[in-house]
């Protein structure tokens, strides 16, 4: 697929060799289907391979009819029926319906050497948040940007290698904290705990993770030292990443089928607090 058939993403290059990726269902706040993850695995494979393609960003598409403190980057996984009626089977095929931790496209993004920097416009649930911190080099957060790791209140495991990643960030009991208990975060208290690199005014950010890209490449940035670097730093993690993505999507595929999720699922939709049966 070429990328200008993107459908739940968009992929522009500039002239300067920037690639904005950007997530482009924001009716639905930049949910992430089983489409979305291919086609940011085609995005991100593309990247690597185009010479002329030096540093990405990605970021979530605005909802023109939401003023900027109301922006989402994306609320994580998308799990409402019929959202492949309208999907070719071609790709269909392509879609692997149990790699729900998006194993294969966190292992697309890993095996990319060239930077890749997240502008986190606004609200990141879920996989909204364990994508960039997945699959970024950077992270940088809009003044507005808040997150939260819901799984727990949905009866599922959480996905995208964060059960390795925020430990390895975070310390294990902070990392537990915020995997057992879904509370929001706001963009300080995130950068407070390591998840980003920079709180940014709205109309600021992307101009300034443009800005930080472009230190990354040439002329200003020696690409070739930033690229045998990310390869170096990926090539200690890969093997217990994917080992991650592997045991994620084991509870995931287990854990989707029982009552919990059911009843997660309902409680989200009708308001209220679910009432879980341990089954």
């Known amino acids: 697929m070429h990328t200008s058939e993107f459908t739940d993403i968009s992929y522009q290059l500039a002239s300067d060799g920037i690639v904005t990726v ?3 269902t924001p009716r639905r706040k930049n949910a992430i289907s089983g489409l979305t993850a291919l086609e940011l695995r085609w995005a991100a494979r593309h990247f690597q391979e185009d010479e002329g393609a030096l540093a ?8 023109p009819d939401s003023d900027p403190s109301r922006q989402a980057f994306s609320s994580g996984g998308y799990f409402v029926p019929g959202v492949y009626d309208d999907v070719p089977e071609a790709i269909m095929a392509q879609i692997d319906q149990t790699d729900i931790a998006m194993k294969a496209t966190v292992l697309q993004f890993l095996q990319c050497d060239k930077p890749v920097l997240a502008a986190i416009n606004g609200l990141a649930i879920g996989g909204g948040i364990t994508l960039p ?4 080099d950077q992270v940088y957060l809009s003044e507005h940007a808040w997150a939260r790791l819901p799984f727990a209140s949905l009866g599922i495991s959480a996905e995208l290698g964060s059960t390795f990643l925020l430990p390895r960030l975070l310390g294990m009991q902070k990392a537990k904290q915020l995997l057992f208990y879904p509370d929001t975060l706001g963009a300080q208290q995130l950068l407070d705990l390591g998840l980003a690199n920079a709180v940014l005014p709205h109309d600021e950010l992307l101009a300034y993770t443009r800005d930080r890209a ?20 990926h090539a200690q993690q890969i093997e217990q990443i994917t080992r991650a993505l592997d045991l994620e999507n084991e509870a995931l595929n287990q854990l989707m089928q029982s009552e919990d999720f059911v009843e997660g699922l309902m409680a989200r939709v009708e308001k209220r607090e679910p009432v879980f049966k341990g089954r």
């Open 133 to 136: 911190l997945a699959v970024a």
């Open 214 to 233: 472009l230190q990354l490449v040439p002329p200003r940035g020696a690409g070739a030292s930033i690229r045998a670097m990310k390869r170096i730093v």
């Open 56 to 63: 990405m960003i990605l970021t979530g598409a605005p909802d």
């Open 22 to 24: 950007s997530m482009n």
